[in-house]
């Protein structure tokens, strides 16, 4: 079996690539450009599990400093934590990292192309390429691009450059303007990472309630629901808050009180907002909805 970074036999516009952080996101993609055609020149890593996740992912491919990183690639992709971004992006400007000429593509849902400013200034030409997706830093993860949306921010000119990497890698471009990039995240974050909150909490009182398997239980109603909810909108809102039952919520707010307090904030801030878009939508009468949030209203807090 070919290991990640086998490059295809050959390619129109081979780029030497470098991957400057070695986290989950940086090998995968890294590994994608060179299963395009891509050269992948250098990489750094500098805990002991990046270490190991570049031989991993990215075999034969030496570690590098930084600086030495961007020496070698045409494209040098910045796969630091979010937090991190900047930081190293004004270090290299700082340190004149040779960065003229090169493509300086980070993966950040957070920031647009202006954290690149300070290399863009001294020659660099920046890109924002988020995948809409989560990673294990394994070789199956190669699999998971396919079909996948990348928020791409790129100055109108590298548009097509930009384009051209995320098709490459087999994802789907989608274009989000730089003022617009914290809404497009929050957005994104708010729906995957409370998503799974939601989901363990749900299954941590189901286990309470006595099922011995939650997950089993749970998949095929939220696979519905998820279904429901993309394809139909707020018309897929079901269950009693839809319905105007009030009593039935009356009664999850006292069974929630007696087992989980932290649960029953969050179910009655998200009953909250589902009476409000049930209303909007025009699924609830103006006093079927008042009737909720009397009892909402009257949870403890």
Known sequence: MPSPVDPSPSHPARLRVGVIGAGKVGVVLGAALARAGHKLVAVTAVSDASVRRAAAMLPGVPVRRPSAVLAGADLALLTVPDDALPGLVNGLAATDAPVEGRILAHTSGRYGVG?????????????????????????????????????VTAPAALRPVAEALVIEMGGEPVFID??????????????????????????????????????????????????NALVLGDAGLTGPVARADSDTVAGHVRALQDASPEALRAYVALARLTADRALAAGLLAPPDAQRLLDVLAGAPR
Not at 137 to 151: K, V, Y
Not at 195 to 219: C, N
């Open 115 to 151: 954290v690149l400013d300070s290399t863009t200034r001294r020659g660099a030409l920046p890109l924002a390429l988020h995948p809409v997706m989560t990673f294990a830093g394994r070789p199956d993860d190669l699999n998971r691009l396919s079909g996948i949306s990348f928020g």
């Open 178 to 227: 730089e003022d617009r990039r914290g809404l497009y995240h929050a957005a994104l974050a708010s729906g995957a990472n409370h998503l799974v909150t939601l989901v363990v909490q749900s299954a941590e009182l189901l286990g309470m309630a006595g099922v011995p398997d939650p997950a089993r239980m749970l998949r095929p109603l939220l696979t519905a629901a998820l279904d």
